[in-house]
């Protein structure tokens, strides 16, 4: 669809302001405010909303992919997988989708851009029935997979030989597996992927429907969590409803909805992530295509057989959105929104006011739920990827709406061909609150590269003025770098933070009915990287400009201001930190100079140039093309 870019003529300074941010500080009564943990919310049909919906009508400078009417909620907690990119540069999006007056009836939205420019917005679903939770996955070589419920026993396949293009056709998926009464038992919450050379085989997790939402038990499992796999793209399926190891009623009472995730496979390593604070975390990996299983504990499970009524001190851990992906090397890298939660006679509680989203690596040990109960520890612990940030106008949380999971949560993680990690995630942002009042949330990112300890300056790729008054939710980052160097991001948005769907409570009071929308952006990695930032404070008048042309092809120069006579040095250094070219200027004069960089004998790609002046380090971003 079209793309609204109001007054990009003054957007100048790319996608994204970068600032070095520090911790908002939460008061201990925002911080700590429970809710009573409810059941997820499945595909029933009582959902009819009623009244006026407030019209989204905010521009943003992303393409507008469709529209979901009122429906505002698009997970319980991790999202699906939603984006898909191919080697030719298209894209394909898909979201759940209802109507512009309910959302009693509901299914696939989806569109498809060629790399150029995406279609119109669609204006019917993809099923002719009711369903939700779509997952979209390359298939079959040039075709394309969803995989989709509809809260009775089978899941619902939709199929097309080639992307983009053609009539989907419509059939089962795998079905619930026969339970104690004799019939088949209902599947929820869906998480399924493709992998293999063509896409062939499809991987599917699901929930069978746990009690609170009108289902049984499942070999005592109030919500069991079962694996499927098809070698024929779907036709039949050799594995199903797979209880896989540690997954059963000896070590848990259940699990819930969509607090699940998998991970972008890599030719027969698959894995996927499950966590919630009372069952802890776990990652499980499987390295011959789904034949057998290796379980992994990410976060202790100390409450997975908890009793009901037994008083449990807040602990903490995961808040059910969890994402991962795997390097060159076979780590796995993951990244999860941080929870509290406790326990008293008359119910399960979690605390919506929990800050941070985490970091943990498969070569290391579990994490500590003591060292998870701080910020301050989890910071200190280089485990700290995202938190609500303070701003330079001192600007303080006025509120946040409920969406069942933390301030900063909904995390993607993906990796380059240089082992360079980008973390983004969905985060309360101050200033600027709407009238409710309730401050927006922003899509937050920060990177850690290869080679370094320390992250890099979280971004907010929603600071611009032309996203003031807006609220980005339920991020969805392709698990496909586009040529190398470009995230792509669907987010739903509106002009109204929260979802009118979740429903709260007295200290969570519903928002208003609102119309949303689906915004899709593509976000280079080298708007991670700080620039212009100097390596030493000091109190001197020297100065480095920012190169121009830039990018450049062949020669570049830039302006350099020096106080008084002083040596002055050049080195220039790749992505990965290796000098790629050193200059002595010698001693200059003071005042204004230029100095010109050859880049004809660099390879296309970022590069670093660093002007030291008596000691002093200025360091900027060059891009070659």
């Known amino acids: 669809m079209k793309k609204?870019?109001?007054?990009?003529?003054?957007?100048m300074c790319g996608v994204a302001v970068m600032a070095q941010y520090r911790p908002a500080k939460l008061s201990k009564s925002v911080q700590l405010r429970d809710v009573l943990v409810t059941p997820a919310i499945d595909n029933q049909n009582a959902f009819v909303t009623a009244g006026n919906p407030v019209a989204n009508t905010k521009a943003v400078m992303d393409d507008i992919l469709g529209t979901s009417g009122t429906y505002d909620m698009q997970s319980n907690g991790s999202p699906m997988n939603r984006v898909v990119c191919w080697s030719d540069g298209s894209?394909?999006?898909?979201?759940?989708?209802?109507?512009?007056?309910?959302?009693?009836?509901?299914?696939?939205?989806?569109?498809?851009?060629?790399?150029?420019?995406?279609?119109?917005?669609?204006?019917?679903?993809?099923?002719?029935?009711?369903?939700?939770?779509?997952?979209?996955?390359?298939?079959?070589?040039?075709?394309?997979?969803?995989?989709?419920?509809?809260?009775?026993?089978?899941?619902?396949?939709?199929?097309?030989?080639?992307?983009g293009s053609g009539a989907w056709t419509q059939t089962t998926g795998p079905t619930g597996p026969i339970g104690s009464a004799g019939t088949a038992v209902p599947l929820l919450w869906p998480r399924a992927i493709t992998s293999?050379?063509?896409?062939?085989?499809?991987?599917?997790?699901?929930?069978?429907?746990?009690?609170?939402?009108?289902?049984?038990?499942?070999k005592g499992l109030d919500g069991a969590l079962l694996y499927y796999r098809s070698l024929d793209g779907?036709?039949?399926?050799?594995?199903?409803?797979?209880?896989?190891?540690?997954?059963?009623?000896?070590?848990?009472?259940?699990?819930?909805?969509?607090?699940?995730?998998?991970?972008?496979?890599?030719?027969?390593?698959?894995?996927?992530?499950?966590?919630?604070?009372?069952?802890?975390?776990?990652?499980?990996?499987?390295?011959?295509?789904?034949?057998?299983?290796?379980?992994?504990?990410?976060?202790?499970?100390?409450?997975?057989?908890?009793?009901?009524?037994?008083?449990?001190?807040?602990?903490?851990?995961?808040?059910?959105t969890m994402a991962g992906a795997m390097d060159k090397n076979g780590v796995f890298h993951v990244a999860f929104g941080r929870m509290r939660n406790s326990q008293d006679a008359a119910g399960s509680y979690f605390s919506p006011g929990t800050d941070g989203v985490v970091y943990w690596k498969s070569t290391e040990a579990a994490l500590d739920t003591a060292m998870l109960a701080n910020i301050d520890s989890v910071d200190a612990h280089h485990k700290l990827i995202g938190y609500v940030a303070a701003d330079a106008a001192g600007d303080s949380i006025v509120g946040f709406p409920y969406y069942k999971g933390a301030l900063c949560n909904y995390p993607s993680v993906n990796i380059d061909k240089y082992n360079?990690?980008?973390?983004?995630?969905?985060?309360?942002?101050?200033?600027?609150?709407?009238?409710?009042?309730?401050?927006?949330?922003?899509?937050?990112?920060?990177?850690?590269?290869?080679g370094h300890s320390q992250m890099s300056p979280m971004v907010d790729f929603n600071a611009d003025f032309l996203y003031i008054f807006q609220e980005f939710a339920y991020p969805e980052v392709c698990?496909?770098?586009?040529?190398?160097?470009?995230?792509?991001?669907?987010?739903?948005?509106?002009?109204?933070?929260?979802?009118?769907?979740?429903?709260?409570?007295?200290?969570?009071?519903?928002?208003?009915?609102?119309?949303?929308?689906?915004?899709?952006?593509?976000?280079?990695?080298?708007?991670?990287?700080?620039?212009?930032?100097?390596?030493?404070?000091?109190?001197?008048?020297?100065?480095?400009?920012?190169?121009?042309?830039?990018?450049?092809?062949?020669?570049?120069?830039?302006?350099?201001?020096?106080?008084?006579?002083?040596?002055?040095?050049?080195?220039?250094?790749?992505i990965m930190g290796a000098k790629v070219m050193s200059m002595d200027k010698g001693v200059v004069s003071a005042g204004a100079q230029k100095f010109t960089i050859d880049c004809n004998g660099l390879t296309s790609g970022i590069y670093f140039y660093t002007v030291k002046i008596n000691g002093e380090s200025f360091t900027h971003k060059m891009i070659v093309e």
């Open 420 to 450: 360079n990690i980008y973390f983004m995630w969905r985060g309360l942002t101050v200033g600027n609150p709407d009238p409710t009042p309730y401050n927006y949330s922003h899509v937050w990112g920060r990177a850690l590269f290869n």
């Open 196 to 218: 293999g050379s063509t896409s062939q085989y499809v991987h599917v997790i699901a929930l069978t429907m746990p009690v609170a939402n009108g289902g049984v038990t499942y």
């Open 479 to 574: 698990t496909t770098i586009k040529n190398g160097n470009k995230l792509l991001v669907v987010t739903q948005t509106s002009s109204q933070p929260g979802s009118n769907v979740v429903v709260g409570t007295s200290t969570y009071p519903p928002v208003p009915v609102h119309e949303v929308s689906f915004a899709y952006r593509e976000i280079l990695t080298s708007a991670f990287i700080a620039i212009g930032v100097p390596t030493t404070p000091s109190a001197s008048l020297n100065s480095v400009g920012q190169n121009y042309p830039n990018p450049v092809k062949g020669m570049t120069s830039f302006a350099v201001n020096v106080d008084k006579p002083a040596n002055v040095t050049i080195e220039v250094s790749n």
């Open 234 to 320: 779907g036709t039949t399926w050799d594995k199903q409803a797979v209880q896989l190891p540690n997954l059963d009623s000896l070590h848990y009472n259940g699990f819930s909805g969509d607090d699940y995730s998998w991970i972008a496979p890599h030719g027969d390593t698959i894995a996927f992530l499950q966590g919630n604070v009372w069952n802890g975390m776990f990652l499980m990996k499987s390295f011959d295509n789904g034949s057998t299983w290796t379980f992994q504990e990410i976060i202790h499970n100390n409450y997975g057989k908890k009793l009901t009524g037994v008083v449990i001190n807040p602990t903490y851990g995961c808040d059910g």
């Open 91 to 163: 894209v394909a999006a898909s979201w759940i989708k209802a109507d512009a007056a309910s959302y009693a009836d509901r299914g696939t939205g989806y569109n498809y851009s060629n790399g150029t420019a995406w279609g119109a917005a669609p204006t019917a679903r993809v099923e002719n029935m009711k369903t939700g939770w779509p997952n979209l996955n390359p298939w079959n070589g040039n075709g394309e997979i969803i995989i989709a419920h509809n809260s009775t026993s089978t899941l619902i396949k939709s199929t097309r030989a080639t992307k």
């Open 4 to 11: 609204i870019l109001l007054f990009a003529i003054v957007m």
